[in-house]
């Protein structure tokens, strides 16, 4: 989260401070991938301005509308309104912006001048001169509101989701990023499933998240994807040596929809969106994903990503970023990505399972940093143990001990009924099995009937089947909670080696309607080895998904934004 670092750079005298816009870029000598960024400040209290400079990945922590006091998060600002919109692209365009000064009325008659009309109106949305240059994607909705988002904005929060890629496609063109971001030595043959019909198969390089697969699918398969990409690299390249107002528009073409947080600038006819939580994906075939590290699996045979290493926390548990350098790692770590969320339009995932893992997995492990101070990396070598590497075993890394996915879940539901109450404490132990009665509030476990090898430990099916199949299996956490006078049901898996889970959300006109669809839907996610969106026997308006991660504050205030837009859409 982004209570978790403190960036330097940011002022430190106990005031509160807005992001209220972002500016030009810059190159930047530390870092030729991490352009230096413009950030105007402002003070929330008196209205002053002041102006930082952070390098580029930094601004997905310093989100538009967030508020910082003495380099750390601290809130969001109170106005924002939460909306969805939906427009097309036309895949000839090269798509409108307009500056934050531009005026609405471009006359030179003297009426005009008299009567100025800017688009973004500084009465409703000032900003100073010196960012007078900033560039917004500007689109007319299916509805007509004229909708704008500053050009970061729409790269940050849709172009992709690892700092790797965004940092890949922001300093390369689109033929050097795929290179660079794609998997090829890979021979189908030797992993123990096959791609099914329809799969496209892609391989993705270890440092590149499965959430990316789409714009790299993209920018293999899309001319307009390319012509985006390369388009932003046009543009940083063209004069590296001056600012530059980027312009950047969303990176396919086609019907867009966003779910967005913003401010009205004209009531009905002119929306300005600060953040981007939710956006709806290009028509995309299913995947059969071949990692770069694919001779690892999980336990359940169905994930080949490995593990990327979490940063070192400092003693006061806040990481220290340095604004003007690379944020390496250790200062931008998996568990900051910010509003982390499924998006509309996602297909099915099959990932490549190796036959048989040979040898033992070695990796490559940088010298760990001093606790005292977690330094974002930099070209100029000034750090002597930048650019060491330990050779290490995967078995001597010590196995995190994580909670019980059904504890978690049950417990961030028990906030939920007073709307974000006090914590409930975890019970002590959850082993009571369904027994077709389900009362409002209290979880009960499902352990089905099935036998398939998937609802298993993997260290159980090492052993002969006869033998394990007399041992516990994976359970479901069902819940029920009534949320604004509407029932929603919870069916959660048992995870037992992973942070991060998904939960489907049902709606029922009654319990009972619930309690008999409830076989079928435990038979379809045991079919495909818990992969929701690929079950039977759960589609329709009536099911929601809901990925997980995170402690049980966290999911429940995921879980209440989830229930508050399912109710009053």
């Not at 978790?4 to 750079?9: D, M, T, V, W, Y």
């Not at 394990?468 to 069916?491: A, C, E, H, M």
């Amino acid at each position: 989260m982004a209570d978790s670092i403190q960036i330097e750079g940011l002022p430190v005298d106990d005031k509160e401070w807005l992001v209220k816009e972002y500016g030009a870029l810059t190159w930047n000598e530390a870092a030729s991938d991490e352009p230096l960024v413009d950030i105007l400040l402002e003070n929330t209290e008196s209205g002053e301005y002041k102006f930082a400079q952070v390098a580029k990945s930094y601004t997905k922590l310093l989100e538009k509308g967030s508020i910082w006091k003495n380099g750390e998060y601290y809130s969001e600002r109170t106005d924002l309104i939460e909306t969805i919109f939906e427009f097309t692209i036309d895949p000839q365009g090269k798509g409108n912006f307009v500056s934050a000064w531009e005026l609405e009325d471009k006359s030179s008659s003297p009426e005009a001048s008299q009567h100025k009309r800017y688009i973004l109106h500084p009465d409703i949305y000032q900003i100073p001169g010196s960012f007078k240059g900033t560039k917004f994607f500007t689109v007319t909705t299916k509805c007509g509101i004229e909708l704008l988002a500053n050009s970061i904005t729409v790269f940050d929060d849709t172009y992709g989701a690892s700092q790797f890629l965004q940092q890949t496609v922001l300093g390369s063109f689109a033929n050097v990023a795929l290179e660079k971001l794609e998997f090829k030595k890979f021979d189908t043959t030797d992993f123990s499933n096959t791609p099914q019909k329809g799969e496209y198969k892609l391989g993705l390089s270890k440092e590149v998240y499965d959430d990316d697969r789409y714009l790299v699918w993209g920018l293999k398969s899309q001319r307009y994807t390319q012509r985006t990409v390369n388009y932003i690299s046009t543009q940083l390249n063209r004069e590296r040596d001056k600012p530059t107002y980027l312009n950047v528009r969303p990176w396919f073409a086609g019907t867009h929809k966003w779910l967005v947080s913003g401010i009205w600038l004209v009531k009905g006819e002119r929306f300005l969106a600060l953040k981007i939580h939710r956006y709806k994906l290009p028509e995309c075939p299913d995947f059969f994903l071949i990692r770069e590290n694919s001779n690892i699996t999980d336990e359940n045979g169905n994930k080949s990503e490995k593990k990327r290493k979490k940063r070192t926390k400092t003693k006061s548990k806040k990481l220290i970023g340095t604004s003007k350098s690379r944020p390496s790692s250790s200062s931008m770590g998996e568990d900051l990505r910010l509003g982390e969320m499924e998006h509309w339009g996602e297909t099915g995932l099959q990932k490549a399972v190796p036959k048989e893992n040979k040898t033992k997995n070695t990796q490559v492990k940088p010298v760990p940093t001093p606790e005292s101070k977690v330094l974002p990396s930099n070209q100029r070598g000034g750090n002597p143990n930048v650019g060491k590497l330990n050779l290490i075993h995967e078995d001597d890394e010590p196995k995190k001990e994580l909670p019980n996915t059904l504890n978690l879940l049950w417990s961030a539901l028990n906030q939920l009924p007073a709307e974000k109450s006090a914590k409930v404490s975890k019970p002590a132990s959850l082993n009571g099995l369904y027994s077709g009665v389900l009362t409002s509030g209290q979880l009960i476990l499902v352990e089905p009937e099935l036998y398939d090898d998937w609802l298993f430990r993997k260290e159980h099916r090492r052993l002969n089947k006869e033998i394990y199949t007399g041992l516990p299996k994976r359970r479901f956490g069902v819940f029920q909670i009534s949320f604004r006078d509407i029932n929603f049901f919870f069916v959660c898996i048992e995870r037992f080696n992973n942070e991060k889970f998904r939960t489907a959300i049902f709606q029922a006109s009654s319990t009972s309607d619930f309690l008999d669809a409830l076989p079928q839907v435990l038979t379809g996610i045991v079919d495909v080895k818990g992969v929701w969106k690929r079950a039977t026997g759960i589609a329709g308006s009536s099911v929601s998904l809901i990925t997980h991660r995170g402690d049980e504050t966290g999911i429940a205030n995921q879980i209440y934004r989830k229930l508050k837009r399912i109710t009053t859409s």
